[in-house]
Each structure stands twice: as C-alpha cells, then as structure tokens.
C-alpha cells in the first residue's frame, strides 16, 4: 500500500519512478532539498526507513542489511548519510532478482572521501533520476494547454490563455517551486528561499564534507552566481566578485576555491547549468562551448540579492533575466519527462543566440526564445529565423516562450509558436 501523503501534489518525475520501478531492481531520486523527493518516494512506496533518525542510521552503520524491510518498494530517505547502503542495495537487487525493491532519495552527492565506500557505479540495477522544484504546469500556475509534446506532433491548440499580469510572475518568481511555498501569501514568499539560503551557508555546505568552508565567501559566491543567472560568465567573472589578490600565487590559489566551493554547490544540486548545443551552423569553430549559468531556482537569486516583486518590477532588465530563468528550470522538467536534454546556443562570431533548445532521445531538437513581454515577439521571431537559416540540421519546431501574452499563436509566415509561459506544459 502506497505511504502517499495528504496532499500531495503529482509530479512529472512520477512516471518515470513508476516505469523504471518494474524495469530495475532499484530507483535513486536525487536533487536539492526541499525539492519532495521524500513525498515523491513515498507515492511509490510501501515500507519506508528514514536516515535522518539517528537510531536508523546508527543499525544502517552497522550493516545496512538491517534496516531492509520485506514489504518493497522501500524507501531509504537520504541514503548517502550511510554510503556503504548503495553497495548493499545493489546486492540485494542482485540476489531477489526482483524488480522494484528500494528507492533511494538523496539531497547530497558523496565527497571523494564517502564515495570510497561505494564500489558499485548502479549500472543495471540502481536507475538514477535528477529531481527538481515544482514546474509551473506541477505547481498548477500553468495550464499545459501548450505542451511540449503538441508541438512536437505539429498539434497545438491556438487561442485566447487568458491574461497574465507582471507582478504575478514577478510572484513566481521570487516564490519559486518549492513544495512548501506553493500557497504562500505574497508577504512570506520570501521567506522559505531566505531559510533556504540561511540553511545551506550555515549547515548543509560543511554536510559530508571533509574540510570547512566559509560562510561568508559562500555567500559572496551565491550573490555573485545570482547577478549572473543565465548569463555566460566564466569563473574569472565570479572570481573578480569575491576574491581579491595581488600576485599570482594568489590568483592560483583563489582559482582553485572557486573551483571547491562551485563544487560543494554542485553536490548539492544547488546548480543546475545549462550546457552549449553543438551543430553544424555554419562552422563548427564558431560554435560557443560555455555553460549558461544557473542555480537549481530563480528564487534562490531573489533570497541571495534581497528581490522582491515589487523591486522586479521596478527593475525590468533583472526582471527579464529572472523570467528567463523561471522558463528554463520549466523546460529543464519537461526535457526530463520526455527523456531529453536542455541546452542553449551561441556563434561567437556573430553573436547569434538560441536561450533553450531541447535534444529528444531520437537527435530531433526544437530551438526556444524567451521573452519577458509580448513587444519583442518579432525580434525572437527574427532570431530563430536567423538561426535556421544559417543550420544544416534544421529543429524539428522553433518556439517563443514569452511572460506577459494572453494567447497560444502560431506566426503564418515562419510556423513558429508563440506561448505564454503559463501555458507551458510537457
């Protein structure tokens, strides 16, 4: 019998749990904290042992052995307090031969220190699944009438969505797709991305870790990752932001806590950036290979610069970056349901840009712009006319995500979609 939480809202992810439960032995769901990767296991499970509890993990410590329960699936929350439970469970698949015994949820990666304890990569038995905040279409702040799926197919309803104010998606923003904040008062959006931040700088960076770090320098790190969301900028960017040295001695050894301290955010799911599209557009050489940098919300760079709505919209260029952020952890989610990945595009030469575009598990891809209002249309039309007529490879459909628009469209002259973001949908 499912351990199903009252209230409850679906996710996308539980598909493909469900899927892969009768096709491997075993199901890691891992990302950010707070994301409800607990809520989300115990939909599908029916035992569960939670790790937090200092008695289960104490016996876990032991022999991992016991704490399995017979009644499967078993949820195991936050398994990597106690590696050696990820050798054990692969084992354990191995003998019963059994589909669907545990699911394992994870908020950290190991360290290379705790990851000497796992022997085993999973391969086979253990089916890894990345986790994030709510979508808006999971949230329910989207309609899904324009999913991705429709316009793959070529089936996309057109008409009126309705209309979206600024300061709503200012408040989606700043809310971001935490569980626990779906509901929320516009007052207290704030607050659980603030906690969020508190949290992660005080405790959960030195969690696992072999050596400390400081507070401070992390946060001067966050405010600096935040100011540069979905921007491009390099690690000489963030250097220049919370570093300061004079010889290069220096400049080495503040490279490499650069490098550490990304690494922490990293094994905590804290980023989530989006990786360069490779094609063959015109010359491969004048293809960009730089990451667009993100962390795993929007809202965490609203709590990290002290945004609110109501500074948003009175910031409408911070405004338009954050908006695209919101729509690329959406596209992200979608991506994953589909088994497909996120990426964006850049010709250094030119400058010409692509904000998303989504690679199917068949090498087919659509191209995505992202606007915050509905008078650049035609600008994010001319720049994906741009970009196809200059690829060999041609996507399979090209779309513009824009914030405030009241209507799913199709443009007569280029076949592009135009879709408010709160119609977005999988």
């Excluded at 899904?144 to 709503?168: C, F, T, W, Y």
């Excluded at 906690?195 to 507070?215: F, N, T, W």
């Amino acid at each position: 019998m499912s351990l199903r939480k009252d209230g409850y809202m679906p996710r996308l992810i539980d598909d493909k749990v469900e899927r892969y439960l009768k096709i491997f032995g075993a199901v890691s769901i891992e990302g950010p904290k707070w994301c409800g990767k607990t809520w989300t296991g115990l939909n599908h499970a029916n035992s569960v042992s939670y790790l937090t509890d200092i008695s289960q993990r104490n016996i876990a410590g032991i022999d991992p052995r016991y704490i399995f329960l017979t009644d499967r699936p078993q949820l195991i929350d936050e398994w990597q307090l106690v590696p050696n439970i990820w050798d054990a469970v692969h084992h354990e698949c191995d003998s019963s031969r059994q589909k669907g015994n545990f699911i394992l949820t994870g908020s950290t990666s190991l360290d290379s220190t705790s990851s000497d304890e796992v022997y085993h990569s999973g391969t086979g038995r253990i089916a890894t699944n990345r986790m994030h905040p709510m979508s808006l279409y999971e949230s329910g702040d989207s309609t899904g009438r324009a999913s991705i799926a429709d316009m793959l197919n070529n089936q996309l309803n057109e008409g009126h969505s309705g209309k979206v104010e600024l300061n709503r998606l200012a408040h989606l923003i700043v809310r971001g797709g935490w569980p626990a904040n779906i509901g929320m008062a516009d007052r207290d959006i704030g607050i659980i991305p603030r906690s969020y931040i508190d949290s992660l700088v005080s405790k959960d960076m030195h969690e696992g870790q072999a050596r400390k770090r400081d507070p401070t320098r992390m946060r001067m790190l966050l405010r600096s990752l935040s100011r540069n969301e979905t921007t491009l900028a390099g690690d000489a960017t963030l250097l220049k932001d919370i570093e300061k040295y004079e010889k290069e001695g220096q400049l080495i050894k503040s490279r490499s806590t650069i490098r550490d301290y990304l690494g922490v955010l990293d094994s905590l799911y804290i980023t989530a950036n989006q990786e360069a599209y490779s094609l063959n557009y015109r010359s491969s050489s004048r293809v960009g290979k730089t990451s667009k940098r993100h962390l795993v919300d929007p809202s965490l760079c609203c709590a990290s610069l002290q945004l609110t709505t109501d500074k948003l919209l009175h910031d409408l260029e911070t405004f338009g970056l954050l908006f695209e952020a919101l729509v690329e952890r959406d596209l992200r989610i979608y991506a994953d349901y589909h088994d497909a990945y996120l990426y964006h595009f850049r010709d250094n030469v030119s400058g010409d840009k692509v904000d998303a575009i989504i690679e199917f598990s068949d090498g087919s891809y659509a191209a995505f712009e992202i606007k915050l209002a509905s008078n650049r249309i035609e600008d994010a039309i001319s720049s994906l006319s741009r970009f196809y007529t200059n690829v060999k490879r041609k996507p399979v459909f090209m779309c513009v995500i824009v914030g405030h628009c009241e209507a799913i469209m199709k443009d007569p002259e280029t076949g592009i979609f135009i879709v408010p973001a709160t119609s977005l949908g999988p």
